[in-house]
Nanobody, 125 residues
Framework: QVQLVESGGGLVQTGGSLRLSCAASGGTFSRYAIGWFRQAPGKEREFVAAISWGGGATYYTDSVKGRFTISSDNAKKTVYLQMNSLKPEDTALYSC??????????????????WGQGTQVTVSS
């Protein structure tokens, strides 16, 4: 059984930085992408970033390009999301997930089969 545990969220001022971690256990991930999604109160869950576990290819939603960086440590089975220049609109619950349906875009939540509980990020203005 795949398990994902996120950490690193918190309260930060506008312009600040946070580094989220997603620690995976219980499975092999060499064929899958790991993605970060976020959901703000009253809004739908949205794709933030993804990384191809084996090849390292990265993907970002336009609103975070140039500010967020996704990376992975395969030995530790951990994926990181470095978030810089944070804005109040980045406030959300951030969750990581493992892609299980390769034929679907890794930007779609329906492509993912395992989810963590999430870590809250709050950016004050």
């Amino acid at each position: 059984q795949v398990q994902l545990v996120e950490s690193g969220g918190g309260l930060v001022q506008t312009g600040g930085s946070l580094r989220l971690s997603c620690a995976a256990s219980g499975g092999t991930f060499s064929r899958y992408a790991i993605g970060w999604f976020r959901q703000a109160p009253g809004k739908e869950r949205e794709f933030v970033a993804a990384i191809s576990w084996g090849g390292g290819a990265t993907y970002y939603t336009d609103s975070v390009k140039g500010r967020f960086t996704i990376s992975s440590d395969n030995a530790k089975k951990t994926v990181y999301l470095q978030m810089n220049s944070l804005k109040p609109e980045d406030t959300a619950l951030y969750s990581c997930a493992v892609q299980v349906f390769a034929y679907q875009s890794n930007r779609e939540a329906t492509a993912y089969g395992y989810w963590g509980q999430g870590t809250q990020v709050t950016v004050s203005s």
